[in-house]
């Protein structure tokens, strides 16, 4: 495009030498500016993104809410709105074209909006998660910066959180880690996750702080938040059956195939039950 669209992409990377490429294709010929926040990759990360055309920072990583909270508070961000990206997210290229639609013209679209949901269409091993209540999966991803707050306690992933009005666009976000083609690699990492998801569900159930209000009737994050109030009140060790019984029977995940049947036992059964071990020998030290 000659002219870029009032848009900085963000993009949090550490060793994504095989995501990074898909992900920046599909941003570099229309955003404002593209800044790269790495956390001390050893691979061909940052070469990768300088031939993007990226800005690259170095930033000690501590979690990604930390991450983000920082990123948002200390690049000079010149645009008004941000695209925040993980490595392994890319726009389809449907999404491409609708935003771009969406912010080459001052639209009425965009009045008195400052979030704008995505579509998250999940990919594992080369299979889409397309059932199990698993799409789709809409995440706040695009947001005015002057209007978004990042949840810093949140140990596992990050949220961003708009107190403002909001929209959904139609076309899919999507995400697919390369890495996990290698089993092990999802498998550790979801070892670690666990631990921390277990901490801060003990913190969430002391505190019950919230940046926004929980709702069944308000937006995907409001929703999402009150469906935890729900999960936090079922009994450990009952829940992860009921959960898996819930996605693979009832919202039929085993329309998704093999590929499927693993990504939904791992992720809805076998996580989850990681969680509630930690969770309860948490429970049991206090």
Not at 30 to 48: A, C, F, H, N, Y
Not at 110 to 132: E, T, V
Not at 268 to 280: A, E, K, P
Request: with cysteine.
């Amino acid at each position: 495009m000659k002219t870029p669209l009032p848009v900085t992409v963000v993009i949090l990377a550490f060793n994504e030498e095989a995501n990074l490429p898909a992900c920046l294709e599909s941003v570099s010929d229309w955003s404002q500016e593209i800044w790269v926040v790495d956390s001390g990759s050893k691979d061909k990360t940052q070469r990768l993104a300088t031939g993007f055309g990226a800005r690259i920072v170095e930033h000690s990583f501590e979690s990604h809410a930390k991450q983000w909270d920082w990123a948002l508070r200390h690049l000079p961000i010149t645009a008004e709105w941000v695209l925040g990206l993980d490595a392994d997210q890319r726009l389809s290229p449907e999404l491409r074209e609708e935003v771009i639609s969406l912010f080459s013209e001052e639209k009425e679209e965009l009045a008195g909006i400052d979030g704008i949901y995505l579509k998250r269409k999940q990919i594992f091993r080369g299979q889409w998660i397309r059932h199990g209540g698993y799409y789709p999966k809409y995440l706040l991803k695009l947001f005015r910066k002057d209007k978004v707050q990042v949840d810093i306690h949140d140990l596992i992933d990050h949220h961003f959180y708009i107190s403002g009005k909001t929209l959904k666009l139609s076309e899919n976000l999507v995400e697919e880690n390369l890495k996990e083609s290698d089993l092990k690699f999802w498998i550790e990492k979801h070892r670690r996750y666990a631990r921390l998801h277990a901490a801060q569900e003990l913190r969430q159930r002391r505190n019950g702080k919230r940046p926004i209000s929980p709702s069944f009737f308000g937006t995907p994050d409001q929703l999402t938040l009150r469906l935890k109030t729900v999960w936090y009140r079922l009994p450990l060790f009952v829940r992860p059956f009921l959960y898996f019984f819930y996605r693979y029977f009832i919202r039929l995940g085993f329309l998704d195939g093999t590929e499927g049947l693993v990504f939904h036992f791992l992720h809805g059964f076998w996580y989850r039950m990681l969680i509630d071990i930690h969770l309860n020998k948490l429970r049991s030290q206090m």
